[in-house]
C-alpha cells in the first residue's frame, strides 16, 4: 500500500517505537541521502553538506517513508566542519538504532561514511576540537557537572541539490550554546523541515515534529537539571 494511504503514517523514530508498543508489526530500512545544500543564514551565503536518513518500511503491511535529518557539515566556521558532522551523525543514527533495538524493531544498522560523498575536503581546522552531542552534555550533567544551555531557534531557507535538480528547503535549527567548566560549545540540530514551496501544506506539521522533539529533549534537561530556557516553535 502506498504510504500516502497510510492512515496515520510515522513521522519520527518515537512514532515507531510507540508503534511496536502497540504490538504492531514494525520494519524499518535506513536509506542515506547526503547531498549538498545552499543556506542562507542570517544575510550569510554558504554550501553545506546534509546528513539525512530516510527511514522506510512497514506498520502491518502498511508502507511507510519519512526522512530525518541527522547532522550538516561544511567546510568553513557557518557550522561543524564535515568530518565532525559524519561523527555527529552517526552518533546520533546509532542511538536511533538502540531505541529500536529496546523495542523490538530490527533494522539494518548502516552508518554514514566520508567515502560516500565522493568529495575531498581540503580545509580540517577544528577538527581536533571536542565533538560533543546535546547528549553527551546530558551525560555529563547526571554525572554532577554543571552546565547551562541557552537555546534558540531558527528556519533557514535553503536550497537542495540532487538528482540533477535543486529543491528550495526550509530547516528548522536549534542553535545550543551550552557552558560547561567556563568553557563555550556550540551545537546545532536540525528538528525538522519542510519544502519551501509547500510551506502552507507543510509548515505546520514540521512544527509540530520539531516542538515535540525539544519536549523530549527539555524533559531530558530537566531530570539531569541543566539549566536552560525554553522555547518552542511557534
Do not use: W
Not at 35 to 56: G, I, M, S, T, W
Amino acid at each position: 500500500m502506498d504510504a500516502a494511504k497510510t492512515h496515520y503514517p510515522p513521522r519520527r523514530i518515537t512514532d515507531l517505537v510507540n508503534l511496536k508498543k502497540q504490538g504492531k508489526q514494525v520494519t524499518c530500512t535506513p536509506e542515506f541521502e547526503v547531498y549538498p545544500v545552499d543556506f542562507e543564514h542570517r544575510k550569510a551565503q554558504f554550501q553545506a553538506y546534509v546528513f539525512l536518513c530516510r527511514h522506510n518500511g512497514q506498520v502491518d503491511g502498511q508502507a511507510y517513508s519519512f526522512r530525518k535529518c541527522y547532522a550538516r557539515g561544511c567546510p568553513n566556521n557557518l557550522c561543524q566542519h564535515v568530518s565532525q558532522a559524519v561523527m555527529i551523525a552517526n552518533r546520533h543514527l546509532q542511538r536511533d538504532y538502540l531505541v529500536l533495538g529496546n523495542a523490538g524493531v530490527e533494522v539494518s544498522e548502516q552508518l554514514f561514511s566520508l567515502a560516500d560523498m565522493m568529495v575531498e575536503f581540503e580545509d580540517k581546522k577544528g577538527e581536533d576540537s571536542p565533538i560533543y552531542t546535546v547528549f553527551d552534555f546530558i551525560s555529563m550533567a547526571q554525572q554532577g557537572k554543571i552546565i547551562e544551555i541557552k537555546v534558540a531557534i531558527e528556519e533557514v531557507s535553503a536550497i537542495e541539490h540532487f538528482d540533477y535538480q535543486k529543491n528550495a528547503q526550509t530547516f528548522v535549527i536549534c542553535d545550543f550554546d551550552c557552558h560547561m567548566d567556563s568553557k563555550q560549545y556550540d551545537y546545532q540540530r536540525c528538528l525538522s523541515c519542510y519544502s519551501t514551496d509547500k510551506e502552507a501544506d507543510e509548515r505546520a506539521q514540521a512544527l509540530i515534529i520539531a516542538n515535540a522533539r525539544l519536549e523530549n529533549l527539555y524533559s531530558e534537561f530537566d531530570k539531569s537539571r541543566i539549566k536552560h530556557n525554553k522555547l518552542f516553535c511557534s
